[in-house]
């Protein structure tokens, strides 16, 4: 049987965060914009007053406020091995710093992964606190973000990193 989940809402500069916990660690980071949310959440319990979801909601918001560098929470990323490998060496790029795809692949020892790499990256379940928005292509654009990338780019930003017009990968339409 799993776990119970508790959840709450944080708006940030960013939009409006829904914060998922269980017992021990915090489980998920939600960007709510609209799209569903999966299943495995929809028995979740609102509650703003759990220990978790408030440190959670704390350090965000001293991250957003300019005064937290990095996270110190108890997170509980759902997902394969790769994926948590992958997670947990984005966890080791510094506060104002950036990684490429082929850099992370390199640095869990499978350099030839930087496409399974951009995969993990795009399913991590907690961003902000595990910073996928600190990596990016091989030719120094911003390339896909769950939030967005106008959030990528803010987060950059927030960080000290100068984001241009030339960074941002253009999305194709047909």
């Known amino acids: 049987m799993p776990a119970q989940l508790f959840l ?3 708006d940030t500069p960013t939009g409006s965060l829904k914060l998922f916990a269980n017992d021990s ?3 998920t980071v939600w960007w709510d914009q609209g799209e569903g949310l999966s299943t495995a959440f929809s028995g ?14 704390r350090q965000l918001r001293e991250y957003f406020d300019g005064k937290r560098r990095q996270f110190d929470l108890p997170l509980d990323p759902h997902g394969t091995d790769f994926q ?5 060496a984005l966890r080791q790029i510094p506060f104002g710093q950036t990684r490429t795809y082929g850099d992370i692949a390199r640095q869990i020892q499978m350099p030839a992964a930087s496409r399974a ?3 993990a ?13 600190r990596v990016i292509g091989a030719n120094g654009t911003l390339t896909g973000f769950g939030g967005g990338l106008q959030y990528k780019a803010l987060l950059l930003s927030l ?8 960074t941002v990968q253009p999305v194709l339409t047909f």
């Open 84 to 88: 948590k490998k992958t997670w947990l």
């Open 44 to 57: 979740a319990v609102r509650n703003d007053s759990h220990p978790i979801l408030n440190e959670t909601a």
């Open 121 to 133: 990256n795009g399913k991590n379940p907690i961003p902000i606190i595990v910073p996928c928005h």
């Open 25 to 27: 660690a915090l489980v």
């Open 8 to 10: 709450t809402e944080l």
């Open 117 to 119: 790499v951009g995969a």
């Open 159 to 166: 960080e000290g990193i100068h984001v241009t017009e030339k």
